[in-house]
């Protein structure tokens, strides 16, 4: 027999062994939970794809927000549904908006949690594209600058209402910037900017177009979000947006971009977050369902992938559950 000298197995001897030597720990902190808040419903409705998950009334969102809070989590992302759509998008920055409401209620109810608000206008426009859309003939153009310009005024008017982090979601060419100079120039220089930096075309964002009601009447996101097979590009993208000023940088969808959110985090040093979207989610909800999978170990098993591959923050529809399965 020949004698060893290193053994890793010893360090796996014993629980107490393990625990010791762990690289990669989940805690409370590291979890976002995002919210949908929609003016057309008086009471919550469930979003069918994604089991567990809800659209909530105006009047029940500073409660779910407290009660996101009590469980232990430090942070919201707010996303809203307005009653009414149009071209300009114009409930996106309308001072009495859906998402303006419900930051003050959140704040009135719970000023110590924080509260991101997704900037976009997917979800204000009647076509539900990302920005402002020109027709010629037979097609379609979203037009950059115009779109920006209007996004400068969604986050301004969050930031108003009182959000602490304002998160552009669109992929428009020089929002970080003009965001920033917005919000510096209107006062709001503490509010924070986490820009989604490379946010891919991708097929797991399906049952989000059923939460946020935001799937484009014609055509698809691939002139503005990211071709899945490009990396350097993503690395140029977020290039961009940190010299703009974001002060946190993301990487959407996560678990098939965790090479990309590597790179991110690596390259640039900056708080680094993922977003494990809803595909995502189903997917493991729908295998949990039929008894293929251990729930709780398998999101627990993809949070650490994830945090191991670079995130600091991830922002999860897991985040109530984790935040109690990783509260010690
Ligand atoms: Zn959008």
């Known amino acids: 027999m020949r004698t060893l000298l290193h053994r890793p197995r010893r360090l796996r001897r014993t629980p107490a062994l393990r625990d010791l030597v762990r690289e990669t720990t989940l805690t409370p902190n590291d979890f976002i939970l995002p919210l949908f808040v929609s003016e057309k419903i ?13 659209q909530l009334a105006p009047n029940e969102i500073a409660a779910e927000a407290a009660r996101a809070a009590e469980s232990g989590l430090q942070a919201v992302l707010l996303f809203g549904i307005p009653n009414e759509k149009d071209e300009q998008a114009s409930g996106a920055y309308a001072d009495d908006g859906v998402v303006q409401k419900a930051v003050r209620a959140i704040k009135a109810a719970r000023p110590d949690l924080l509260v991101i608000t ?15 859309v020109r027709r010629d003939g037979d097609h379609f153009h979203v037009l950059n600058d115009e779109s920006v310009e209007l996004l400068a005024k969604a986050a301004l008017s969050h930031a108003a209402a009182g959000a602490d982090l304002v998160a552009p979601s669109d992929m428009m060419d020089g929002r970080i910037g003009a965001i920033r100079e917005a919000l510096d120039r209107a006062g709001f220089d503490q509010t924070g900017i986490i820009s989604y930096a490379a946010k891919f075309a991708s097929a797991f964002y399906g049952p989000f177009r059923e939460a946020a009601e935001s799937p484009p009447q014609f055509g698809d996101r691939r002139t503005y979000q990211m071709d899945p097979a490009n990396a350097a590009e993503a690395l140029r ?3 961009l947006d940190v010299a703009e000023g974001a002060d946190i940088v993301m990487v ?3 678990v098939a971009y965790l090479d990309i959110l590597w790179r991110v985090h690596e390259r640039f040093g900056l708080t680094t ?3 494990h979207v809803s595909g995502e989610y189903a997917m493991v909800k729908a295998a949990a369902a039929n008894g293929w999978l251990d729930e709780r170990s398998a999101v627990l098993e993809i949070m650490t992938g994830i ?3 670079g995130a600091d923050l991830i922002v999860t529809y897991w985040a109530r559950e984790l935040a109690e399965w990783t509260r010690r």
């Not at 204000?124 to 402002?132: D, E, K, L, T």
């Open 252 to 254: 959407k969808p996560a």
């Open 118 to 132: 997704d900037v976009c206008l997917c979800e204000y426009m009647s076509h539900g594209h990302c920005g402002v």
């Open 42 to 54: 008086k009471s919550r409705r469930a979003i069918n794809s994604m089991p567990g998950v809800e």
């Open 237 to 239: 993208e977020t290039a």
């Open 273 to 275: 977050a993922a977003y």
């Open 307 to 309: 945090k191991r591959a």
